[in-house]
T-cell receptor, first 114, second 112 residues
Framework: DTGVSQDPRHKITKRGQNVTFRCDPI?????LYWYRQTLGQGPEFLTY????????KSRLLSDRFSAERPKGSFSTLEIQRTEQGDSAMYLC????????????FGSGTRLTVV | AQSVTQLGSHVSVSEGALVLLRCNYS??????LFWYVQYPNQGLQLLLK??????LVKGINGFEAEFKKSETSFHLTKPSAHMSDAAEYFC??????????FGTGTRLLVSP
C-alpha cells in the first residue's frame, strides 16, 4: 500500500491553458474525493466518486472543471481555460465507503496560474 | 448542514507547554468528528476521529480530543508541545456520511 498518489506535485501554467491532474487512490478504497485548498483556508469540497460514479459536485465546480474516474480506480481533474483564481492546492483523498471512516489524503498538486 | 468552527487562526505555545486547539461543531445528527494535521506543502494526515464510541479519543503523536455534546465541542489537546508539532491543524465533521466538511484551520507555533 503506497497511499494516495497525486501527479504532478507542482504545475505552473499560463492563463487560458488547460491542465489535468491525476490521482491514484488506495486500491481497496472505493470512494475518491477532490478538494481545493487556498492559502490560509481549509480544504473545500469539489466532487466525489463512488467507484466510477460521480455522486456529488460542489457549486464551486464551474463548467470549466471536470473530473472522471473511468474504471473506478484512478481519477483525473481537468481545468479548462485556467484563470488566476484557480491557483490553489488540489487535494485528492480516498476512503472506504462511508466518509465517517475518515479520508487518506495525497500530497496534493499545487497549481499556479500566471 | 453540518459545519465546524475553529477558534483562533494562530496559537502560540512554548515547547513543553499544554496545547489546546478549539473546535465547535454544528450538526443536526450525532456527528462524526476528525482532527487532521498538515505540514507545509503536504497533504493532510489523520490525527484522530470520534465515531460515537468513547468520548475521549486518543490519537497519534500524543494528541487527544474530548467530545462534549453539551458544549458542541471537540477540542484537541496535547500535554507537552514539541517543536515538531508546529503545523496547521484542521477540524472536520462528516456530513451525512458522504463527505467531510473542514474548518478554516489553526496554525500552531511552538517556540523553544
Amino acid at each position: 500500500d503506497t497511499g494516495v498518489s497525486q501527479d504532478p506535485r507542482h504545475k505552473i501554467t499560463k492563463r487560458g491553458q488547460n491542465v489535468t491532474f491525476r490521482c491514484d487512490p488506495i486500491s481497496e478504497h472505493n470512494r475518491l474525493y477532490w478538494y481545493r485548498q487556498t492559502l490560509g483556508q481549509g480544504p473545500e469540497f469539489l466532487t466525489y466518486f463512488q467507484n466510477e460514479a460521480q455522486l456529488e459536485k460542489s457549486r464551486l465546480l464551474s463548467d470549466r472543471f471536470s473530473a472522471e474516474r473511468p474504471k473506478g480506480s484512478f481519477s483525473t481533474l481537468e481545468i479548462q481555460r485556467t484563470e488566476q483564481g484557480d491557483s490553489a492546492m488540489y487535494l485528492c483523498a480516498s476512503s472506504l465507503e462511508l466518509a465517517n471512516y475518515g479520508y487518506t489524503f495525497g500530497s496534493g498538486t499545487r497549481l499556479t496560474v500566471v | 448542514a453540518q459545519s465546524v468552527t475553529q477558534l483562533g487562526s494562530h496559537v502560540s505555545v512554548s515547547e513543553g507547554a499544554l496545547v489546546l486547539l478549539r473546535c465547535n461543531y454544528s450538526s443536526s445528527v450525532p456527528p462524526y468528528l476528525f482532527w487532521y494535521v498538515q505540514y507545509p506543502n503536504q497533504g493532510l494526515q489523520l490525527l484522530l476521529k470520534y465515531t460515537s464510541a468513547a468520548t475521549l479519543v486518543k490519537g497519534i503523536n500524543g494528541f487527544e480530543a474530548e467530545f462534549k455534546k453539551s458544549e458542541t465541542s471537540f477540542h484537541l489537546t496535547k500535554p507537552s508541545a514539541h517543536m515538531s508539532d508546529a503545523a496547521e491543524y484542521f477540524c472536520a465533521v462528516s456530513e451525512g456520511f458522504q463527505k467531510l466538511v473542514f474548518g478554516t484551520g489553526t496554525r500552531l507555533l511552538v517556540s523553544p
